[in-house]
């Protein structure tokens, strides 16, 4: 088995290529954030949903919690990507600093 990723690369290239798979992973691409936030939605609704089977819950109810669910997995992927917002600044204070310190 190789190390060198290669191979991972490889098998993403030929996901791409698949019809619908490869629809996906362009989405994937374009929109990290969001495609982020319908993942962690729908696992964190399936989650609820399990667990909460046998409760007894009105339509309402669930609506309700389902909402809060998908609202709450978008705070938390936002929330998240502060710290990407922040790297991404860092490193755009310092490309300038690094190329006149190069001179």
């Known amino acids: 088995m190789r190390r060198d990723g290669k191979t991972g690369e ?3 290239e030929r996901l791409k290529q698949q019809p619908v ?9 374009r929109y990290p954030r969001l495609t982020a936030w319908a993942v962690l ?11 909460g089977r046998d409760v007894g819950l009105t339509v ?10 998908v609202i709450v997995s978008g ?3 936002w929330i998240v990507s ?3 917002e922040e790297e991404a ?6 490309s ?6 190069g001179n």
Not at 23 to 28: R, S
Not at 89 to 94: D, F, K, L, T, Y
């Open 10 to 12: 490889n098998m993403i």
């Open 21 to 29: 798979i490869g629809a996906l992973l362009g989405v994937a691409e």
């Open 41 to 51: 939605s729908a696992v964190c609704v399936a989650l609820l949903v399990y667990e």
């Open 60 to 69: 309402g109810n669930w609506l309700a919690l389902i909402v809060a669910t």
């Open 75 to 77: 705070l938390c992927i």
């Open 82 to 84: 502060w710290d990407d």
């Open 89 to 94: 600044e860092n490193a755009a204070q310092q």
């Open 96 to 101: 300038p600093e690094a190329k006149s310190a």
